[in-house]
Each structure stands twice: as structure tokens, then as C-alpha cells.
């Protein structure tokens, strides 16, 4: 569970509670607040001048209050460390987008993650922070959800006792609004009420609510109500020490692209972290149907460009080995040198492939090449990258000044 640090308690405290030099009667004792350290102290044993003293503390109606503080005020305070569900990948107290085309199994694998937080186990080879977590479902219904679950928990060899710190609800069905909308912006709903309310009573450390499309009640690309939204939203997370995921699909752009982007570039911008889950595919074809890709996309307090390979088994997803080390080293060996054997095999054919793109596009041409050797299109493009950072290959060009044609060669032809 997400806790406080001493000093974020007292920037609580100073922007909440009493004001500075409030006075009280409490157990018998008169006692003063502390603004600054954000406690009551005792002044002396409660007496016939409780009247006078508590008058003598009463705050001036027309003094002005304020949130604002001194940046010097900092001086000498702990820095409160950055708070994680998952390292690298859900911050706490925000909100992430976890995006994914219909099918990919999105809502299995942030299922999968409520399961874990509950169940005070991983998720996909990564740690994370124990606690409540809610699930708010606006897609499933409770027989599908029982479904997932069931699957999850005999994937994992987990019982129904091990997630009694998870909470469900379906709206399938159901009017999902998280805000309703007005001419100039959105508010809260009476459904974001409930859910407020149940964080509050459970304290929990996450809240899942799939989907995006379901819970959001104005255009996608109207960048003013998306932020709006997602402020709800993360206010949610802040006053309730969560982190928040927000499910939802990929624009055909961002399908396309391979970015996951929904919509508006307001979705992208507003949060602080985004996921994006995919098939993985080259040029369309799809060797493992099973397989899928998760991407960090943005990472405001992190790392952006991180991969996790996962595949459904048996109902759930499990992490695939990662290639490190020598491993790593030696499938990155692999690829240039296939890579080097067919440019030099295709430049006798006379057969000249490119850097840019099309339909010689070097590394969509040697993927499909019988000699590939199993390599990918992508371990092609970065195996060209790197033989071109090490003036191994070089651009070269021919042809007439008005028909320039480039193309890979080695740097020493």
C-alpha cells in the first residue's frame, strides 16, 4: 500500500488542516496547532480559562488562506522517493493509459495484474506493490469475468483465497459514465461517486477501468474535455494514494504506426505513463498468434522504449525469457552478419536494396529471403542500424542528376 513520507504528511497537513496557531480543548488538555510541523501541542491542563483561551486562538474571518508555499520551505526535507505499482511501468498516484486493439487480451493482462497486486505475487516477471486493487469492468459481463479469473488463478496455481483483496464490478449493460458532460466542462458522476467512495473505504493500490470508450462521455479528440477527464481521473489517484489504469483501444493511425495513440494527442500528453499490448507481426504475417509484445510508450518518471514479450497459455499470459548478456550480444552478431551475406549476395545478383523504405526496403527484402535464417524484420533494421554506425555500410547512389538512385553497399566498394 502506497504510505507517505513525514514530510508529504505535513504538506497534507499544512494545506488541509487547522490554521497555524488554532487553539482546541482535547482530553482534558488545552492544545495549540503547529502549522508548520502539522501537530497540536499541549499548552496546560484544561480549566476555567478554557473560554479565553480558545477566544484568544479564533482565526481572523478575513484573513486569506492559501495552498501556495516557499520553494525554501523545502530546505533541509527528505525527498519523498518515486512511488511504482510496477517499476518502470505504472507509476502510483497517476494515471496510466493501457492501450490495445480489440482481441489483443488487454483486459486478461491488466486482470492479471489486479491478480497480482491482490494476490501479493508478480506480473509478467516484474515485482509488484501489494495491496487492494479494483477492477471496473464496463466490457465483460460477471459470468466472463468469473471466466477470466478462474483461468488466471489455475495459470498461476492460485485459489480464490488469494485475491480477497480484489474487488470486481461489471456494468455491462450499464450506463459506464465516469463524468457527465456541461456546455463548458465535465464533472464527476454519480458512478465516479461510487467508485471514490469504495477506494476510500478500501484503500486500494490499484483501480483498473476498462474501457476508455465506455467510461469517457465526449469526442475523443476534444483536447480540452480530455484532460479535464483524465484530471478526474488522476485526481482519483492522488487523493486516493492509487495508481489508476485506464484502458482503451488504439486509433487506426496508431494501429498503423505502431504507436498505440488514441485519438486526440491529448490522451497521450495528459497521462503520465502509457502501454501499449500488440500482436507481433512482420509485414503482416503472424508466426505466433499467441504471442504479443507490451511496449512502453511514455514514461514521464521512467524509461521509454522498454519490451516485455508475453504469451497466453493456458489462459492467462506468461513472460517470455528476454535474450541478455552474451545472448543478446550473440543474436545482434547473428543478424549483421546474415545481413552482410545477403547485401553481398543481392550486389553480384545486381540486385540493390535500400535504407528508406519501399519495396527494397533492405530489411523487409532480407526477412523474406529463404537464407534469412529465421531473422526478423525488425532484428534486420537494427542489425542495418548498427553496421551503419560502424561505417561497415554506407548510402551510396547512381544514376543521372534527375534520377538518383540510392542503395546499401559496403563502405570499402
Same mark, same amino acid.
Given at each position: 500500500?502506497?504510505?507517505?513520507?513525514?514530510?508529504?504528511?505535513?504538506?497534507? @497537513?499544512?494545506?488541509?488542516?487547522?490554521?497555524?496557531?488554532?487553539?482546541?480543548?482535547?482530553?482534558?488538555?488545552?492544545?495549540?496547532?503547529?502549522?508548520?510541523?502539522?501537530? =497540536?501541542?499541549?499548552?496546560?491542563?484544561?480549566?476555567?480559562?478554557?473560554?479565553?483561551?480558545?477566544?484568544?486562538?479564533?482565526?481572523?474571518?478575513?484573513?486569506?488562506?492559501?495552498?501556495?508555499? %516557499?520553494?525554501?520551505?523545502?530546505?533541509?526535507?527528505?525527498?519523498?522517493? +518515486?512511488?511504482?505499482?510496477?517499476?518502470?511501468?505504472?507509476?502510483?498516484?497517476?494515471?496510466?493509459?493501457? %492501450?490495445?486493439?480489440?482481441?489483443?487480451?488487454?483486459?486478461?493482462?491488466?486482470?492479471?495484474?489486479?491478480?497480482?497486486?491482490?494476490?501479493?505475487?508478480? =506480473?509478467?516477471?516484474?515485482?509488484?506493490?501489494?495491496? +487492494?486493487?479494483?477492477?471496473?469492468?464496463?466490457? $465483460?459481463?460477471?459470468?466472463?469475468?468469473?471466466?477470466?479469473?478462474?483461468?488466471?488463478?489455475?495459470?498461476?496455481?492460485?485459489? /480464490?483465497?488469494?485475491?480477497?483483496?480484489?474487488?470486481? +464490478?461489471? #456494468?455491462?449493460?450499464?450506463?459506464?459514465?465516469? *463524468?457527465?458532460?456541461?456546455?463548458?466542462? #465535465?464533472?464527476?458522476?454519480?458512478?465516479?461517486?461510487?467508485? $471514490?467512495?469504495?477506494?476510500?473505504?478500501?484503500?486500494?493500490?490499484?483501480?483498473?477501468?476498462?474501457?476508455?470508450?465506455?467510461? /469517457?462521455?465526449?469526442?475523443?479528440?476534444?483536447?480540452?474535455?480530455?484532460?479535464?477527464?483524465?484530471?478526474?481521473?488522476?485526481?482519483?489517484?492522488?487523493?486516493?494514494?492509487?495508481?489508476?489504469?485506464?484502458?482503451?483501444?488504439?486509433?487506426?493511425?496508431?494501429?498503423?504506426?505502431?504507436?498505440?495513440?488514441?485519438?486526440?494527442?491529448?490522451?497521450?500528453? %495528459?497521462?503520465?505513463?502509457?502501454? /501499449? #499490448?500488440?500482436?507481433?507481426?512482420?509485414?503482416?504475417?503472424?508466426?505466433?498468434?499467441?504471442? @504479443?509484445?507490451?511496449?512502453?510508450?511514455?514514461?514521464?518518471?521512467?524509461?521509454?522504449?522498454?519490451?516485455?514479450?508475453?504469451?497466453?497459455?493456458?489462459?492467462?499470459?506468461?513472460?517470455?525469457?528476454? &535474450?541478455?548478456?552474451?545472448?543478446?550480444?550473440?543474436?545482434?552478431?547473428?543478424?549483421?552478419?546474415?545481413? #552482410?551475406?545477403?547485401?553481398?549476395?543481392?550486389?553480384?545478383?545486381?540486385?540493390?536494396?535500400?535504407? *528508406?523504405?519501399?519495396?527494397?526496403?533492405? &530489411?523487409?527484402?532480407?526477412?523474406?529471403?529463404?537464407?534469412?535464417?529465421?531473422?526478423?524484420?525488425?532484428?534486420?533494421?537494427?542489425?542495418?542500424?548498427?553496421?551503419?554506425?560502424?561505417?561497415?555500410?554506407?548510402?551510396?547512389?547512381?544514376?543521372?542528376?534527375?534520377?538518383?538512385?540510392?542503395?546499401?553497399?559496403?563502405?570499402?566498394?
Amino acid at each position: 500500500m502506497n504510505v507517505y513520507t513525514d514530510f508529504q504528511r505535513r504538506l497534507d @497537513r499544512r494545506r488541509t488542516g487547522p490554521a497555524d496557531g488554532a487553539r482546541r480543548i482535547h482530553n482534558g488538555w488545552q492544545e495549540q496547532y503547529d502549522g508548520t510541523d502539522g501537530t =497540536w501541542f499541549g499548552i496546560g491542563p484544561s480549566d476555567d480559562s478554557d473560554e479565553a483561551f480558545l477566544a484568544a486562538g479564533a482565526p481572523d474571518p478575513n484573513a486569506r488562506t492559501s495552498a501556495f508555499y %516557499s520553494a525554501a520551505a523545502l530546505k533541509g526535507k527528505a525527498v519523498p522517493p +518515486r512511488q511504482w505499482l510496477v517499476h518502470d511501468l505504472v507509476p502510483q498516484k497517476t494515471v496510466t493509459l493501457f %492501450s490495445g486493439d480489440g482481441g489483443t487480451g488487454k483486459s486478461l493482462l491488466a486482470l492479471q495484474l489486479a491478480v497480482a497486486v491482490a494476490a501479493q505475487t508478480g =506480473w509478467i516477471g516484474n515485482a509488484v506493490t501489494a495491496g +487492494r486493487a479494483i477492477y471496473l469492468s464496463a466490457e $465483460d459481463d460477471d459470468d466472463e469475468l468469473h471466466r477470466r479469473l478462474d483461468d488466471i488463478l489455475r495459470a498461476e496455481g492460485r485459489s /480464490y483465497d488469494d485475491v480477497s483483496g480484489l474487488t470486481l +464490478r461489471s #456494468l455491462a449493460g450499464e450506463s459506464a459514465l465516469l *463524468a457527465m458532460e456541461t456546455q463548458i466542462e #465535465l464533472i464527476a458522476s454519480e458512478l465516479f461517486k461510487e467508485l $471514490d467512495a469504495q477506494a476510500a473505504e478500501e484503500a486500494p493500490a490499484l483501480i483498473v477501468i476498462d474501457t476508455l470508450a465506455d467510461v /469517457y462521455p465526449a469526442n475523443e479528440n476534444d483536447r480540452a474535455k480530455v484532460r479535464q477527464f483524465v484530471g478526474i481521473l488522476r485526481g482519483l489517484a492522488i487523493k486516493r494514494r492509487c495508481a489508476v489504469m485506464l484502458l482503451g483501444h488504439p486509433s487506426l493511425t496508431g494501429m498503423a504506426s505502431g504507436t498505440g495513440a488514441s485519438g486526440s494527442t491529448a490522451w497521450n500528453n %495528459s497521462v503520465r505513463s502509457r502501454l /501499449y #499490448l500488440s500482436r507481433i507481426a512482420d509485414d503482416g504475417y503472424e508466426p505466433d498468434p499467441d504471442a @504479443r509484445v507490451l511496449r512502453t510508450m511514455k514514461a514521464n518518471y521512467g524509461r521509454v522504449g522498454g519490451e516485455i514479450n508475453v504469451r497466453w497459455e493456458a489462459g492467462a499470459f506468461r513472460a517470455q525469457e528476454q &535474450p541478455q548478456g552474451l545472448d543478446k550480444m550473440a543474436a545482434g552478431a547473428k543478424a549483421e552478419r546474415v545481413f #552482410l551475406a545477403l547485401l553481398d549476395e543481392m550486389t553480384a545478383q545486381g540486385r540493390r536494396v535500400n535504407a *528508406a523504405g519501399g519495396t527494397t526496403y533492405a &530489411p523487409k527484402v532480407f526477412a523474406a529471403h529463404p537464407d534469412a535464417e529465421g531473422i526478423s524484420k525488425r532484428a534486420f533494421g537494427a542489425a542495418m542500424e548498427t553496421l551503419f554506425s560502424r561505417g561497415i555500410i554506407r548510402k551510396a547512389e547512381d544514376g543521372p542528376a534527375s534520377r538518383r538512385v540510392s542503395f546499401i553497399a559496403r563502405a570499402d566498394q
